[in-house]
Nanobody
Framework: QVHLAESGGGLVAAGGSLTLVCATS????????MAWFRQGPGKEREGVASIPIGRPGTYYADFVKGRFTISQDNANNTVSLQMNNLKPEDTATYYC????????????????????WGQGTQVTVSS
């Protein structure tokens, strides 16, 4: 049973920061990609950031470049999303995702590429 658990969401004022953490029951040796997605009220799920496990490179949606940073901690089987300069439009439920395939079937920020999902953590940014 694969388990992904997000934490770190909350309420923050515009311009503030939050760090989301995704813990997985999977050994990262068995995961090739992890990513963060979000879904706002009445909106489709959209990719935020993605990272290949144990390999270089990070990928970001244009709307978070320069503000968000994805990173991995293989020793603890976690992936974090540091979010700075938060805006009200960043309000959404944030989901962690993982996939065991080295080559994803869709884009690295496409939700269809990822097999495993967490339950989500709410981020609310007040204006």
């Amino acid at each position: 049973q694969v388990h992904l658990a997000e934490s770190g969401g909350g309420l923050v004022a515009a311009g503030g920061s939050l760090t989301l953490v995704c813990a997985t029951s999977l050994n990262t040796d068995n995961i090739n990609w992890m990513a963060w997605f979000r879904q706002g009220p009445g909106k489709e799920r959209e990719g935020v950031a993605s990272i290949p496990i144990g390999r270089p490179g990070t990928y970001y949606a244009d709307f978070v470049k320069g503000r968000f940073t994805i990173s991995q901690d293989n020793a603890n089987n976690t992936v974090s999303l540091q979010m700075n300069n938060l805006k009200p439009e960043d309000t959404a439920t944030y989901y962690c995702a993982a996939d065991p395939r080295r080559y994803l079937p869709w884009d690295v920020l496409n939700h269809r590429s990822f097999e495993y999902w967490g339950q989500g953590t709410q981020v609310t940014v007040s204006s």
